[in-house]
């Protein structure tokens, strides 16, 4: 902790109710704490244990970290109590009613700014309100985007030159304009809602808010770092004119035990030993970890490719399901687990991914191209097999795989809409080879080198004197002297 010379910062955090975002949000409260500022993290009932847990490090060590609690306007949009999460909104018709709900926390909000005089808002880009809530008391509201700088790059080159209305079919590939490197998409890959806008719909009025908002905002915070997309950082910077300020990658701020195995989980960490033990097991860099994110949900029928491709890969592998255990499991092909034992372990439900990935036996990172998910597969230093399912996670991809060439691509095309399917997307014998090539394959020692390479460098960013520590000293003397 850093001794105070100055007058400390009161910083509060309004983090989106989805793991996605609260959980780097969590660690960026954390950083600024580290700096010797006060970090108020404002979050609901059902969600507090999380918060509960993933603070006592910090606050037993001494830093001023806390949680305060607003009430979720559950039975005001129509959701049964405790859904409070979008990761438990399981239905579109429930997302909506929760994307809704979202607008009505603006008033609790209000109660606290009030009773507390924090020095700056720091909130998700889905509280579009917070801004002009923010100018109401005076101080700066900052953004907090859940993707790094390429992603909001490529976006922005899409909604401002439409290259994907001047092509004949949804498979055709085209430029994207205006970029620091030559990027071709096709329309299939562009998040689901860009291509099937609603204007009548909540997701629709929610997008023109937030980018009204966003334009107004005094800044934004981004998890990257410099050397990771140099040029999409300057380009954000110069070309979209956006104050923006790199300070990942942020969950390396874990870095007692207890934190990096219970990130993101409310129970036990009774399986997270049993996990640690098989990989003990296991030599260096042998294992493929495959997992979807915290929101994605395949149908069976596509597990069952999963485990099929898995299987003829003939590599290991810990897979998580985000599925209960049951008797009826149809995506498991029968006696998979048992041919499979020692040589592959399922996870149902949350697995340790931050423990996992920095085991030294995980050998490459089959990944759904979240962004934390990205940024902690670099950090870890691991290949990754990139398979994106929605929203920004087809940008990030092209990251990894053309610019960065730290991983190679499984193959899949189009975009989910979020219906159920009957027929998986990506088969089988894709996913062995994807798998083959990035454990044993020609250019895997070429591939495996720079992610090392990378994994050292993102480390050294958060280190005194680094990138993304400079840049957040840089954020914290701007907001001390916001208004003077
Ligand atoms: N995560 C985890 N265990 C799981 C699934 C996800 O720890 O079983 C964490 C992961 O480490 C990451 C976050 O949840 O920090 C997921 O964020 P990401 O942006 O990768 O994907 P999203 O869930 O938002 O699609």
């Known amino acids: 902790m850093e001794t105070?010379?100055?007058?400390?910062?009161?910083?509060?955090?309004?983090?989106?109710?989805?793991?996605?975002?609260?959980?780097?949000?969590?660690?960026?409260?954390?950083?600024?704490?580290?700096?010797?500022?006060?970090?108020?993290?404002?979050?609901?009932?059902?969600?507090?244990?999380?918060?509960?847990?993933?603070?006592?490090?910090?606050?037993?060590?001494g830093l001023e970290i806390e949680f305060l609690l607003i009430k979720f306007p559950s039975t005001e949009v129509g959701l049964p109590e405790g859904i409070e999460s979008r990761n438990w909104a399981e239905t579109g018709e429930m997302a909506e009613k929760f994307f809704k709900a979202l607008t009505l926390l603006k008033q609790e909000v209000e109660r606290l700014l009030d009773q507390h005089h924090p020095q700056c808002l720091v909130a998700s880009s889905l509280f579009h309100w917070s801004t002009d809530l923010a100018a109401k008391f005076g101080i700066p509201r900052l953004i907090f985007q859940g993707p790094?700088?390429?992603?909001?790059?490529?976006?922005?080159?899409?909604?401002?030159?439409?290259?994907?209305?001047?092509?004949?079919?949804?498979s055709e590939s085209f430029l994207l304009p205006n970029l620091p490197h030559e990027i071709k998409m096709t329309r299939n890959e562009l998040p689901y809602f860009l291509t099937h806008?609603?204007?009548?719909?909540?997701?629709?009025?929610?997008?023109?808010?937030?980018?009204?908002?966003?334009?107004?905002?005094?800044?934004?915070?981004?998890?990257?770092?410099y050397e990771l997309e140099p040029d999409y950082v300057d380009h954000y910077r110069k070309v979209f004119g956006r104050k923006s300020w790199h300070i990942g990658p942020v969950s390396l701020c874990n870095k007692a035990e207890k934190d990096i195995s219970a990130r993101g989980r409310e129970g036990s960490v009774d399986d997270v030993h049993e996990c640690l033990q098989w990989l003990n097991s296991k030599k260096p860099r042998s294992v493929v970890y495959v997992c979807f994110g915290s929101l994605n949900s395949f149908s069976d029928c596509q597990l069952l490719e999963i485990a099929l491709g898995l299987?003829?890969?003939?590599?290991?592998?810990?897979?998580?399901?985000?599925?209960?255990?049951?008797?009826k499991e149809v995506w498991l092909p029968e006696g998979l687990e048992q041919r499979m034992e020692g040589k592959g372990l399922i996870i149902r439900g949350w697995a340790p991914q931050l423990l996992i990935l920095q085991h030294e036996a995980v050998g490459a990172f089959l990944t759904h191209c979240g962004w934390n998910s990205i940024l902690e597969g670099v950090?870890?230093?691991?290949?990754?097999?990139?398979w994106p399912?929605?929203?920004?996670?087809?940008?990030?991809?092209?990251?990894?795989?053309?610019?960065?060439?730290i991983g190679v691509a499984v193959g899949s095309q189009k975009s989910e809409d979020g219906g159920v399917k009957s027929e998986a997307s990506v088969k089988r014998e894709a996913i062995e080879k994807a798998v083959t090539d990035i454990m044993e394959g020609e250019e895997a020692e070429e591939i495996r080198s720079k992610a090392i390479?990378?994994?050292?460098?993102?480390?050294?960013?958060?280190?005194?004197?680094?990138?993304?520590?400079?840049?957040?000293?840089?954020?914290?003397?701007?907001?001390?002297?916001?208004?003077s």
């Open 4 to 61: 105070k010379t100055h007058q400390q910062l009161h910083i509060f955090f309004l983090p989106f109710m989805g793991q996605g975002h609260t959980l780097p949000l969590i660690d960026i409260a954390k950083l600024f704490a580290s700096r010797g500022e006060k970090s108020t993290i404002i979050t609901t009932p059902a969600n507090a244990p999380l918060f509960t847990k993933a603070i006592q490090t910090s606050r037993s060590s």
């Open 148 to 170: 790094g700088f390429f992603s909001l790059c490529a976006a922005m080159s899409v909604t401002l030159y439409q290259p994907h209305m001047k092509v004949a079919s949804d």
């Open 197 to 225: 806008q609603n204007s009548e719909g909540e997701l629709f009025k929610l997008l023109g808010a937030l980018k009204e908002t966003e334009e107004r905002s005094y800044g934004i915070i981004i998890n990257s770092f």
């Open 311 to 327: 299987e003829a890969s003939q590599q290991q592998f810990i897979w998580t399901v985000k599925k209960e255990k049951n008797d």
């Open 379 to 386: 950090t870890a230093g691991v290949p990754m097999i990139t």
């Open 389 to 405: 399912v929605f929203a920004d996670q087809f940008y990030n991809e092209k990251l990894v795989t053309q610019i960065l060439g």
């Open 453 to 483: 390479a990378l994994g050292e460098i993102a480390r050294s960013a958060v280190e005194d004197g680094g990138s993304s520590f400079l840049d957040l000293t840089s954020l914290i003397e701007e907001l001390r002297s916001f208004g």
